[in-house]
């Protein structure tokens, strides 16, 4: 049915060797494809992290969709409500008591009022020229038993500052007021899974003899709110930083943004600052590291000479990985990512020099569209993320979003194993990349 | 209050009308937009998406292009996308900021065209209307723009089947089962189905069939566009049940040979007192299987109308239900209701309430329950 001018295999511009990428944008922005990997988790999925709360989206109808069935794909349809926007409303004035008077008609209707509500409003909005600080007010004079929380799905304006993923993590954390500190708690912050018990991380924070609060683990409004007292804000993720400095500038908690990486060095200074802070010594990773390294060994004696792609949805530091399995011998040939961070560009100059031929490749160029699952399989691929997987056509992929929960060495550890696991184990790629929200509730 | 839901799902938007409609035709539909629109359709309203390619993109729409109104960054990037993939032809359609922008598509589809030669059109849609006022429009679109030379009838009977889209039939055999009973049961060769399973090419040449069957009331704007510049007729209708299809039949039968159009799914009167069946969703399927439960099940139908549809689409006494609150209180005075699982939760406890998944409504959270009720006993007693 398709025929290309430039040949089948044509992937000019969406795809580049790393000796010859630019940093941090490798690509042309131009018109976008959508994969079907659904594993990373949106606005409506990290929302839902707040427990007794409730989200009230008022936006068009075309935006509305993809919230409304988020949840009800999660089966949480009964935390879920809507306003939707009209014509009329951008136009007549009606935009702000539209909200007002939906989201008190939901809240009157609802069988258990919630402790929180986060009410979502859209690009559409912003444009108009929305008051929400007059819409937050009233409701919040009206249900004052209820903490409301202003948060939006904007994504037109993802290039005019935070991203609604970085406004979304930062928003999760708003109902936190001033309060005396609790210095036997420390806060893992901007999350949307828990951190693993055998991280260097937590183990130095139960070390410490720190409570270790994390919203990923909260239970009730109570767990949570008690999140507010904690001492020590740490976090790890680029896309939550702004949460924990919002949180040091509001609350007057230090903030310790201690990256997640693959690079051996960072990791251990990242480890020194968090024992400094939680005033005990730092430990000595001699060990670890040397456990870390003999995990990558033993992976590499299996996987062998087996290409591996990494994805962007993986990890934030898809590039520094790259790095790091090269530097192991592993054979990484693929690095989708459409764009870099600023924090990649050291690993970015170290992964030119160990595997100058490997690929930069886009995941939402045009001609991705054509690259995808049954046209260039490629067979024998390990893959490390969901888009990794599709587009090598691979059923043997480690399925994780955001880092998977893994930090330190243990984390090069862990991951290593994951690999070595997907070198050895099959796994149905188009089922499991298709549930949207991994570590959700799915009713696919 | 209107347009405030507390639990039930909404429908599928304009947008994804559009590029479910446009989907296999071999054309590049750009959408624009940030990002959402994209990712909502390809998850939700597009049970093809993984295993069959089709030229569906976003514009990738940014703050800064929509308040500069800088057209050319769209343009330029749909030529250069164009000129790498060389579609049959190109369609746009906006989001809601684009509405606000004042984005003349036409004028952006017309200047796309002088630049590629690929035929372009500009659609209307703002990402505020049912998918149906989006699937109507581009369908029109590509009727008019394509189906242009009126080619001799076939020798035998045929038909086009008009407005099939997996947003009203899913991908569970249904559209197939359709296109059987046409050939097999009423008699029918098949020219062309809009659009699944059919090339832009086989819609070329809709003007050589008899008659149009609208299987969905986003198809009767493509239909009345053949009728007025073909003379050819249109029956609405989908062939579900046992008795239903013999009628719709006949009405095929009788419109070919008359060149009068009818809507056998608005053949019936749901307006005397007492409690009836409710059968929420489009209206050409809704009124179908509410014609077919009264025949083959003698249980009394009533159609109810949550989306755009044609006042010629409802039966005296169908309802139209604007908001969840009229449709809880529609529930409440019936005898049962059939409907999207997502509807369930504002059904009182005391009405038996009959799933029927409508892909519009819940996307793929009941795909697996999808049924096929296409010429062949309905699955309920009453």
Redesign the interface.
């Known amino acids: ?6 040949g089948e295999d ?1 992937m000019t ?1 969406a795809e580049v060797a790393v000796r010859d990428a630019g940093f941090p944008a490798p690509f042309v ?6 994969a ?1 990997a ?1 594993g990373p988790w949106n606005i409506v999925h990290t929302g839902m992290l707040i427990p007794e709360s409730h989200q009230v989206f008022a936006c ?7 919230v ?2 988020t949840a ?2 999660m089966l949480a ?2 935390r ?8 009329n409303d ?1 136009f007549d004035g009606s935009l702000e008591r ?1 909200i007002v ?2 989201t008190a ?2 809240i009157r ?2 069988p258990k009022k919630p402790r929180a509500l986060l009410l979502f409003i ?3 909005h912003l ?2 020229g929305c008051d929400f600080e007059v819409i937050m007010s009233e409701l919040r004079t009206m249900f004052p038993d209820i903490d409301f929380i202003d948060c939006y ?1 904007n ?6 500052g935070l991203t609604p993923d970085q406004l979304m993590r930062r928003q999760l954390y708003a109902p936190f007021e001033p309060c005396p500190a609790d210095r036997n708690a420390v806060n893992i912050i901007g999350n949307d899974r828990p951190t693993d018990e055998s991280s260097e991380l937590v183990r130095l924070v139960r070390a410490a003899g720190r409570e270790l609060r994390d919203i990923t683990q909260c239970r009730t409004y109570e767990d949570y709110r008690r999140m507010a007292k904690s001492a020590l804000e740490i976090t790890y993720l680029p896309t939550a930083k702004a949460s924990g400095d919002a949180l040091e500038n509001r609350l007057g908690r230090k903030h310790l943004y201690l990256p997640l990486s693959y690079d051996f060095d960072e990791i251990e200074r990242n480890l020194a600052q968090l024992a400094g802070a939680l005033g005990i010594a730092a430990p000595d990773w001699t060990e670890a590291k040397q456990d870390a390294i003999r995990s990558l060994e033993q992976a590499k004696a299996v996987i062998g000479d087996t290409p591996v792609e990494i994805d962007y949805t993986a990890t934030p530091r898809p590039v520094g990985l790259a790095a790091l399995l090269a530097e192991h011998g592993f054979r990484v040939t693929r690095l989708y990512a459409d764009v870099m961070i600023e924090e990649e560009r050291p690993a970015f100059e170290r992964l030119r020099a160990l595997a100058p031929d490997l690929l930069l490749t886009a995941t ?1 160029h ?2 991705m ?2 690259a ?4 260039h399989e490629r067979g024998d691929v390990i893959a490390i993320g969901q888009k990794a997987a599709y587009f090598s056509g691979t059923k043997h992929f480690v399925n994780i979003v955001s880092g998977g929960g893994m930090y330190g060495f243990d984390g090069v550890l862990r991951l290593a194993r994951h690999m070595t696991e997907a070198a050895t184990h099959e796994q149905d790629t ?1 089922t499991v990349i ?1 549930r ?1 929200g991994l570590g959700c509730r799915s ?2 | ?1 209107k ?5 039930i ?8 009308g559009v590029c479910s409609m446009l989907y296999e035709l ?1 054309g590049m539909v ?1 959408v624009h ?8 359709y ?4 597009e049970p093809r ?3 069959q ?3 569906i ?8 292009d ?1 308040i500069l109104g800088n057209d050319e960054k769209l343009i330029g ?2 030529v ?2 164009a ?5 049959r032809f190109i369609a746009l359609c906006g ?3 684009p ?3 004042g984005t003349d598509f036409r004028a952006i589809a017309a200047e796309i065209e002088s630049r590629t030669g690929i035929p372009a059109f500009g659609l209307h849609t ?5 998918y149906l006022a989006g699937a109507a429009e581009a369908l029109e679109a590509a009727v008019s723009r394509f189906c242009t030379d009126a080619l001799p009838r076939t020798n035998a009977p045929s038909a086009n089947i008009i407005g099939a889209t997996p947003l009203d039939f899913s991908i569970d055999g249904t559209v197939e089962s359709m296109i059987g009973w046409l050939k097999k049961k009423a008699g029918f060769d098949l020219v062309s189905c809009m659009a699944m399973g059919s ?1 832009l090419d086989d819609i070329r040449r809709a003007s050589a069939a008899h008659v149009n069957l609208v299987v969905s009331s986003c198809g009767i704007a493509a239909a009345e566009l053949l009728k007025k510049r073909f003379g050819t007729p249109w029956v609405a209708g989908v062939p579900v049940g046992t008795s239903f299809p013999e009628k719709l039949a006949s009405a095929l039968k009788a419109a070919a040979k008359t060149g009068e159009c009818a809507l056998p799914c608005a053949e019936r009167d749901a307006s005397s007192h007492g409690k009836r069946l409710v059968i929420p969703g489009e209206m050409v399927f809704s009124g179908s299987l509410a014609a077919a439960i009264e025949s083959d099940l003698g249980a009394p139908c009533r159609a109810l109308c949550p989306l755009e549809a044609d006042d010629r689409l409802l039966a005296p006494g169908d309802i139209r239900i604007f908001d969840e609150a009229a449709a809880e209180e529609a529930f409440a005075a019936a005898s049962g209701v059939i409907a999207d699982p ?1 509807y369930a ?1 504002v059904c009182p406890p005391n009405v038996p309430f009959h799933r029927l998944p409508h892909e519009a409504f ?4 009941f795909r697996k329950e999808s049924l096929n009720l296409i010429d062949r006993s309905l699955p309920w007693r009453f």
Not at chain 2, 126 to 130: L, P
């Open positions: 049915m398709l025929k290309r001018l430039n044509d511009g922005s131009g018109l976008e494809y959508n079907p659904r068009a109808q075309g935006c509305l969709r993809g409304i069935l009800a794909e349809m009964d879920m409500s809507w306003i939707s926007v009209d014509k951008l539209n008077d939906g008609e939901i209707k609802l859209s690009c559409v444009f108009a799905m994504p037109t304006m993802r290039k005019s939402v045009a001609k569209r054509f995808g699952k049954g046209v188009e298709q949207k009713c696919l | 209050m347009q405030t839901a507390r639990i799902s909404i429908h599928a938007a304009d947008t994804s071999g750009v937009d940030a990002s959402g629109c994209n990712s909502t390809s998850t939700h309203d998406w993984y295993r390619d089709s030229m993109y976003i514009s990738a729409l940014t703050e800064t929509a990037d749909v250069s996308a000129k790498d993939l060389s579609p989001a809601p900021v509405l606000l922008a703002s990402g505020m209307n049912s090339a997502m939760p819940s996307g793929r959270c």
